[in-house]
């Protein structure tokens, strides 16, 4: 695990060792343990290491026996021994003992489709001396990172953008063609990045530079066929033992190893598992919130506690009422970019807790998309009952609901709110239907608040065009595996646990227990109205039911609920009609407009408020060019003093 960044002159002069620096040192954090470079005339490759697999001797980049191949890999690959032992029956010799060296004799003995052979999350930069060519790529699902930058003289690549920044003649500008989808969405989809001239290296993706001809292209996509030939028991069986495959697999550490723990069913299946396959006691971690019902809406520490219990794991807690002020500005610089999402303030808590004791954790995240764990999923389900419903009362109950208030943080008027949401998409069709309940701002309002309106790419749009799943749940899984999931949760996950140098593992995002996943029938993942049908039968031998059949909870903060209290100071002070008029993308009034209805309940506003807020302390960072702690020191002053 580190960070990766790399530079390979288009004009054919000698890549400057003091450049490839200025990358490593911004990137420190990813690999306080070690670092490295290789320059070969117009190519650089360089890495920042923490050591996981093979401490003494994994230094790298790494190079095969004559010199002829150089390689950084950023991640883990789970099946390394496996590919070793396979490649050392064929002659092949290696150096070291780390697992990132059988991608230098896999693409030696097979090229390119080497990386079919991978299981693990990865971005990498290969040199290939004698034909002198980079290849760069990243993992199936997106777990780890990449950014490309390409002008006339370069191309550079770096795990995080402001390693691209840190290089002579680059310098941060806000790419308005993203804004409308990052309105929408809260965050950026790839290729998009928001900083112009920069983009994200799509998710199963290689990029190739021979003889001055780039070339990209996509080495895998989930297949869209789905099985109807196993019974439920086979699909339930064949889950249970895909998921346990691949905990064992992503165990594989030579430092201490952990888990994130939050009691519902995905983190409390993972640490059941570790539990099986460990002689010694988990080490489990767990964050919760002090304060009214909001707070207590988040506060999943009970449930962990019972995970725990069960599964007699060496556990922590960490409760807290974080500093929001003082840790954003530092957030969204490791972020490299703005978004709604406030789980990114809670994984850099728990992996910064978590980080006193471990190196590397594991954390359930994807099973939601894998399995159907959304509320969202229930949509046509709902719906199809609503229609069939007399016209009348259709339209009494959706002139009621437009009435509801709403506010995520309250019990009672979160399920207005959903209720609110629901009717007003109920007559849409399927996949007009799911883009509203994913949506941050719908596109008549992004249209309104922009000044230059809307327009720009729709990534949305293109993920349902990609989509091969007739039916309509497998649709909406496709869509979130294209989209939300790599360019928001993992991406969230990547830089907030590697702010701390924390590695996180999530074997539930396994390609094969994904392509097990993306082959099952829609009515085996979700059972009437019932979430996740397939795993919680999976996993019914394992965990209690009480921890199977909980509501679901968001992993999140009671943002909304602190944006009408103790941070309403800091939300009208960055998003005053001045300030908004001064930097010049969005109309005061139709800002002014959405902090009333959020604060009045009229809408739940929590995510498009956040989008906003956190955009301008993003670029008062980057595109104003002052630290983190500048900031921070400015938007302390906009709260009363306790």
């Not at 306080?32 to 890495?47: K, L, R, S, T, V």
């Not at 339930?236 to 519902?264: C, H, K, N, T, Y």
């Not at 000044?451 to 065009?465: C, E, I, R, S, T």
Request: charged residues 25%; contains cysteine; glycine residues 10%.
């Amino acid at each position: 695990m580190c960070g990766i960044h790399g530079i390979l002159r288009l004009d054919g002069a000698p890549v400057e060792s003091a450049h490839l620096s200025l990358m490593g040192d911004i990137t420190q954090h990813r690999g306080p343990d070690d670092e490295g470079q290789h320059i070969d005339g117009a190519c650089g490759i360089a890495m920042r290491r923490l050591s996981i697999i093979d401490l003494a001797g994994g230094h790298q980049p790494l190079s095969n026996q004559d010199g002829s191949l150089w390689l950084v890999c950023n991640g883990e690959i789970y099946n390394y021994r496996e590919l070793r032992a396979e490649l050392q029956a064929k002659g092949f010799q290696f150096k070291t003992g780390s697992d990132s060296e059988v991608l230098l004799h896999l693409y030696d003995a097979e090229g390119d489709d080497f990386v079919h052979r991978l299981n693990g999350m990865f971005d990498f930069a290969l040199w290939d001396a004698r034909r002198r060519r980079l290849l760069i790529g990243r993992d199936r699902i997106g777990v780890k990172p990449l950014y490309v930058m390409q002008d006339g003289q370069r191309l550079a690549f770096a795990t995080e953008a402001k390693a691209l920044l840190a290089l002579p003649g680059v310098r941060a500008e806000l790419d308005t063609r993203v804004l409308s989808s990052y309105l929408q969405l809260g965050y950026v989809a790839a290729p998009g990045s928001m900083f112009k001239g920069i983009r994200k290296l799509p998710p199963a993706t290689l990029l190739a530079v021979e003889a001055g001809q780039v070339k990209e292209w996509r080495y895998w996509r989930v297949s869209a066929q789905i099985r109807r030939d196993w019974s439920e028991a086979e699909w339930i069986e064949r889950s249970r033992e895909s998921l346990q495959r691949a905990v064992r697999m992503q165990m594989v550490s030579d430092v201490p190893i952990g888990a994130f723990l939050s009691g519902g069913v995905d983190s409390s299946a993972v640490v059941a598992y570790m539990a099986r396959e460990s002689s010694e006691p988990i080490r489990t971690y767990a964050i919760g919130f002090e304060g009214g019902e909001a707070e207590t809406l988040y506060n999943e520490l009970p449930f962990a506690r019972q995970v725990s219990e069960l599964f007699k794991t060496q556990h922590k807690e960490i409760v807290v009422k974080p500093d929001v002020v003082g840790l954003l500005p530092q957030l969204l610089w490791h972020m490299d970019e703005p978004l709604a999402d406030t789980a990114f303030i809670t994984t850099y808590l728990v992996s910064q807790f978590a980080r006193q004791d471990v190196k590397v954790i594991l954390s359930g995240v994807g099973g939601d998309e894998l399995f159907g764990g959304y509320r969202r999923y229930l949509g046509g389900h709902y719906a199809r009952r609503f229609q069939a419903l007399p016209a009348w009362l259709q339209s009494a109950i959706g002139f009621a609901a437009g009435r509801l208030p709403a506010d995520r943080h309250s019990g009672l008027l979160n399920t207005l709110r959903l209720a609110k949401g629901f009717v007003a998409s109920a007559g849409m069709g399927a996949d007009a239907r799911y883009q509203s309940y994913l949506q941050v701002l719908g596109q008549d309002l992004v249209g309104r608040l922009l000044v230059d309106g809307a327009g720009g790419q729709d990534p949305l749009a293109a993920a349902f065009a990609s989509a091969g799943h007739e039916d309509e749940l497998n649709r909406m899984l496709a869509v979130d595996a294209e989209t939300q999931l790599p360019d928001d949760l993992l991406l969230l996950t990547d830089k907030m646990s590697m702010a701390v140098s924390l590695e996180c593992r999530v074997p539930l995002l396994d390609h094969e227990l994904l392509e097990l996943a993306a082959s099952m029938p829609s009515d085996i993942k979700i059972r009437g109205g019932r979430l996740k049908h397939v795993l919680k039968s999976a996993l019914a031998d394992v965990l209690p039911d009480d921890i199977l059949n909980r509501k679901k909870r968001g992993f999140g903060t009671p943002m909304g609920a602190w944006l009408k209290k103790e941070l309403a100071p800091l939300l009208r002070r960055l998003l005053a009609p001045e300030v908004v008029k001064a930097r010049g993308l969005f109309v005061p009034a139709v800002v002014s407009g959405l902090i009333a209805d959020h604060e009045a309940n009229r809408m739940d506003g929590t995510d498009a408020l956040l989008s906003l807020m956190n955009l301008e302390i993003w670029s008062r960072v980057y595109l104003d060019g002052r630290s983190p702690a500048d900031v921070a020191l400015e938007l302390k002053s906009y709260l009363p003093r306790a």
